[in-house]
């Protein structure tokens, strides 16, 4: 064949390896926890979910690190989370307690699932949003409590509760009340600290040392009430940093 006959090859289609097998096994967390709650295994399946949440936060940073970025990456990322952070703790809250409400009255039966799926419902709707407004909102803040921090929360609940051998009828009221503030938060304007904004400087203050390691020993003490006080602080700065920002804008108006 004459070189001038010679075909250009054809660009090759096909996605990066790497992030997804850790986005895959986020998800594949996110469905063993399904199974474990099935079989009343509700500890274990808090903690599938926070594993899930562990490789949810690797598989991006590998991603940017590899330079492995991809349209795809985004679109499956987003479909895993909504396995990880929106159906799988929606499940494992209803068959943990929610499920449990009925014993309450048949009105409350109803409720409870019904909460579950506002969860999920939430949880799907705040993705959409967040990868609608990537590129046009601040990155050191989300609007709305995160899909993985409303999981962390309804996780760690959920797992200090077994783990001190609560019964889970007692706490279906609370379980529920704890399902709707997530559900709420999750697609509120509320704004929360992503911790994605790049440092001013590479060195960071000394005291962050000995509070990390704090925060590591006290995890290696009790890991399930450690997840829950992180979990209720970060849920509730949300709120307080909204009503500080009121308050700072208020300021110049009262002073005039």
């Known amino acids: 064949m004459e070189p001038s006959e010679v075909r250009p090859s054809k660009p090759r289609r096909g996605i990066y390896l790497l992030p997804n097998l850790f986005t895959t096994g986020g998800m594949f967390a996110g469905f063993y926890a399904v199974i474990a709650a099935i079989d009343g295994r509700f500890e274990q399946a808090a903690v599938a979910v926070f594993v899930a949440g562990v490789l949810d936060g690797l598989d991006g940073r590998i991603a940017r690190l590899t330079r492995t970025q991809s349209e795809f990456g985004v679109q499956y990322d987003s479909l895993a989370d909504l396995v990880s952070f929106g159906l799988a703790p929606s499940l494992v809250m209803y068959m943990w307690s929610l499920e449990l409400l009925k014993g309450y009255g048949p009105t409350l039966g109803k409720v409870g699932w019904a909460a579950a799926f506002l969860y999920a419902a939430c949880a799907a709707v705040r993705l959409a949003r967040f990868n609608t407004q990537v590129g046009t909102v601040d990155k050191r803040y989300f609007i709305g409590l995160s899909s993985p921090a409303a999981a962390g929360l309804m996780m760690s609940f959920v797992w200090t509760m077994g783990d001190r051998g609560v019964d889970a009828y007692r706490v279906a009221p609370l379980a529920l009340a704890v ?78």
Do not use: C, N
């Open 179 to 256: 399902t709707l503030a997530a559900a709420v938060l999750m697609v509120s304007r509320v704004r929360y600290w992503s911790f994605k904004a790049a440092p001013a400087s590479e060195r960071m203050p000394f005291l962050w040392l000995p509070l990390l390691l704090g925060v590591v020993v006290l995890l290696a003490i009790d890991p399930p009430l450690v997840l829950l006080a992180v979990a209720v602080v970060y849920v509730l700065s949300g709120p307080a940093l909204s009503l500080w920002a009121l308050h700072q804008r208020r300021r110049p108006s009262a002073a005039q």
